[in-house]
């Protein structure tokens, strides 16, 4: 847990303790803990999926409240809910953030909580960032690190509010926060605010080979901007986000397995095509649909290659104007970009 939680304003062993006392009154009553500490030794992943079929999903929420005093309280709830479509369990720490007062909320496998594991420490981590705004929308980021989750959000932040990145997780963060607070210094406007922060390890003790397939897998289901309307992730993620990254750079960047290593470069990338950090709306959800590729690729000559289509439709989700892309790839003429992008492309 001191892993994990690291760099939170948290009494991890207070936390612990806790945490420990419902893990008891669970083992007595159903003896699914010790089932869980089992599976740990024998491998963990290795072995099998985390389950229990006769059962819905297990989750223990923690939840710290501050008193009037500034005193801590945790208070902790054992639940099993039907309705997941996961079945692993896991831990719920809920938390407040006093700066923004908004609720924030940590989800860790509970599993990697409890003895019986092998060490955390130099593995990787897959990790969700998701940004709730008080609309009802949910923006979503996934990524790697082999350091703590929490010191990458911390990053993220500091991107969004001290650097002004141009990436669009840290734009979307700062966005939501300058409107969060200047709700609560009185202004009134429509702008969507921060209304929530939710971080979740979707997988630790990772290996990097499973690492990169697990956020592959996800960022394209969940989060890549050119396929999921408030996905945050620029690229893919996984090899094909390294490959995206070598044809951004021409093939000058080191193969960047972090996602941070990643991000940088993507920064560096940003800050040399300025306008390429602003998108273009209606872009993002059919910009990588294979049908323009095929309808570009196949036909007559002077065509453009596959290579060519799909950093065209990069660009585009980056923001590129036509005139930019063209000179990007070295198509004929903007008018052959038009067409890749046609109909969804705002010229």
């Known amino acids: 847990m001191q892993y994990l939680m690291a760099g939170l304003f948290i009494n991890v062993k207070r936390c612990a303790d806790v945490l420990d006392g419902v893990l008891t009154g669970f083992n007595e009553k159903m003896g699914i803990p010790d089932q869980i500490v089992a599976w740990n030794a024998k491998g963990g992943n290795a072995t099998g999926p985390l389950s229990f079929p006769d059962h819905g999903r297990f ?42 007062d908004i609720p924030m909320r940590l989800e860790i496998p509970l599993r990697a909580v409890m003895k019986g594991g092998a060490s955390l420490k130099g593995t990787y981590s897959v990790y969700l960032h998701a940004l709730l705004a008080d609309d009802g929308t949910e923006f979503v980021y996934y990524g790697i690190t082999k350091r703590g989750w929490n010191i990458r959000f911390a990053e993220h ?14 734009r ?15 202004k009134i406007d ?30 394209e289901k969940y989060s890549l901007s050119s396929r999921h ?27 960047p397995v972090e996602t941070e290593d990643r991000e940088l470069a993507l920064d560096q990338y940003l800050n040399s095509h300025p306008q390429l950090g602003i998108p273009k709306p209606g872009v993002a959800e059919k910009w990588n649909d294979p049908t323009y590729a095929e309808a570009v690729i196949c036909g007559r000559e002077n065509r453009l290659s596959a290579d060519q289509v799909r950093k065209i439709r990069y660009l585009a989700a980056l923001g590129g ?27």
């Open 157 to 170: 932040t500091k991107a969004a509010v001290a650097e002004k990145s141009y990436r669009l997780f840290p």
């Open 229 to 255: 309307l408030h996905g945050l992730n620029m690229i893919p993620g996984g090899r094909a986000g390294i490959a995206a990254l070598h044809t951004l750079s021409s093939g000058t960047t080191k193969d």
């Open 59 to 100: 989750i223990i929420e923690l939840t710290q409240s501050l008193l009037s005093d500034k005193r801590e309280l945790w208070t902790a709830a054992l639940l099993e809910k039907h309705d997941e479509k996961e079945k692993a369990p896991v831990l719920f720490i809920r938390m407040h953030s006093v700066s923004l």
């Open 190 to 219: 429509k702008k969507p605010k921060l209304a929530g922060i939710v971080s979740a390890l979707a997988g630790v003790g990772l290996s990097e080979d499973s690492a990169i397939d697990i956020e592959e897998y996800l960022v």
């Open 172 to 186: 979307k963060l700062n966005e939501l926060i300058e409107a969060r607070v200047a709700q609560i210094s009185g």
């Open 321 to 347: 104007s036509p005139k930019q892309i063209k000179e990007e790839v070295g198509a004929i003429d903007e008018g052959q970009i038009q067409r890749v992008l046609a109909p969804v492309y705002e010229i």
